[in-house]
């Protein structure tokens, strides 16, 4: 398979069994986050989707405030975010969020700027990528979230 960037491919990639992969793909290249795809290739993660999972189960951990885990230059984000919101309107073919999956709920952690978008565009829901370490983990999102795998 030949990877890029996109939903649509990131699917292609999932129904032929391949999601892992096209994850490293995306983040050794366009995602720009070689770190995340080395971290991720240091236990035994499961991975679902991408499938179609409200926004508001996710909350932001990178962006211009002080609160954030991953700050960063509120210039920067604004134009990257305003960039991706009108990608959004014209109907581009974003790639999934990568959601973590952990016991004390959802982690985003890779698409901080795209779930933002979403929101000031008035979208409440998107595709992501879920992901998570260990049998209990993956029982327990299966059990909790089903209607959405």
């Known amino acids: 398979m030949v990877y890029d960037?996109?939903?649509t491919t990131a699917k292609a990639f999932a129904n032929a069994g391949h999601i892992e992969e096209?994850?490293?793909?995306?983040?050794c290249s366009d995602g720009h986050n070689k770190p995340f795809s080395d971290g991720?290739?240091?236990d035994k993660r499961f991975f679902k989707g991408p499938v179609t999972m409200p926004l508001n189960l996710f909350t932001r951990c990178c962006g211009?405030?002080?609160?954030?885990?991953?700050?960063?230059?509120?210039n920067s984000f604004e134009l990257r975010v305003s960039a991706l919101a009108e990608a959004i309107q014209s109907h581009a073919d974003l790639?999934?969020?990568?959601v973590e999956y952990t016991a004390a709920g959802f982690v985003l952690t890779?698409?901080?700027?795209r779930w933002e978008a979403y929101n000031r565009c008035g979208i409440t829901e998107c595709a992501v990528i879920l992901w998570g370490t260990g049998k209990a983990d993956e029982e327990r999102l299966c059990s909790l979230y089903h209607e959405y795998l």
Do not use: C, F
Not at 64 to 74: A, F, G, I, L
Not at 110 to 113: P, Y
């Open 5 to 7: 960037r996109t939903l």
């Open 40 to 42: 991720l290739k240091l």
């Open 95 to 98: 790639p999934p969020l990568i």
């Open 22 to 27: 096209w994850i490293h793909a995306y983040l």
């Open 110 to 113: 890779d698409g901080n700027h």
């Open 64 to 74: 211009p405030e002080e609160t954030m885990k991953w700050q960063v230059d509120s």
